[in-house]
């Protein structure tokens, strides 16, 4: 099993919608979840972080953790097309991170 | 804000060259990492240093060394490159401080190794 699992892609989304990331991941001591986004040809950007079960917003983003679930999403909401790119998840056990393998979105206009 | 600047975009060298990617933090962060991405394989770390002078090997350091002598800067070696260390490379780094450590990109190498 995977330690950091994303939803497979790709999401196409129209463009005004809400687009919907899934990730799970099996170590139950993780304490630390992050959301980055990663433009083609780029390197990844940390748009998001979350440690306690909840919701976190941030403009239009809003990251959801529920540990006992072990199960963390990122929302974007009112997509744009400068939200297409790819979206990786990522849990830190310990200092190091462990990486889901990305979900690209796509916003249509 | 959190600047890490690896030494170039683009690299091209020759099977069995020697080759030196480096990157810097002006953070003075403790922990710094080195990752390979490849399409389909995501983010797969290389090695890692949490410490000056210390390092730690990630999932796949075959083929891969690294050197720290100073905290804001941390080098990967490629000792002599072959084809299929053809890949983007990616330095980060990240905190010890109180909370989650987030880690840092740089802008990534992509090296090409004809």
Redesign the interface.
């Known amino acids: 099993q995977k330690e950091v699992e994303q939803n497979s892609g790709p999401l196409s989304v129209p463009e005004g919608a809400i687009a919907s990331l899934n990730c799970t991941y099996s170590d139950r001591g993780s304490?630390?979840f992050?959301w980055?986004r990663q433009y083609s040809g780029?390197?990844?950007?940390?748009i998001m972080?979350i440690?306690s079960n909840g919701d976190k917003e941030d403009g239009r983003f809003t990251a959801q953790l529920n540990k006992a679930s072990q199960y963390v999403s990122l929302l974007i909401r009112d997509s744009q097309p400068s939200d297409s790119a790819t979206y990786?998840c990522?849990v830190?056990p310990d200092?190091?991170?462990s990486?889901?393998?990305?979900t690209t979105v796509t916003v249509r206009a | 804000d959190v600047k890490v600047t690896q030494s170039s975009r683009y690299l091209v060298k020759r099977t069995g060259e020697k080759v030196f990617l480096e990157c810097v933090q002006d953070m003075d962060h403790e922990?710094m990492?080195w990752y390979r991405q490849d399409p389909?394989l995501?983010?797969r770390?290389i090695y890692?240093s949490?410490d000056v002078k210390m390092k730690e090997k990630?999932d796949i350091p075959e083929g891969y060394s690294v050197s720290r002598e100073k905290k804001e800067r941390f080098s990967l070696i490629l000792e002599s490159a072959s084809t299929n260390q053809t890949s983007m490379y990616?330095c980060a780094s990240?905190s010890?401080g109180q909370?989650?450590?987030?880690?840092?990109?740089?802008?990534?190498t992509r090296l090409t190794v004809t």
């Open positions: 304490q630390s992050f980055y780029k390197s990844p950007e940390l972080s440690y990786l990522a830190n200092y190091k991170l990486f889901g393998a990305g | 922990n990492f389909g995501g983010l770390l890692f949490y990630g990616l990240s010890n909370g989650a450590p987030e880690q840092y990109f740089g802008p990534g």
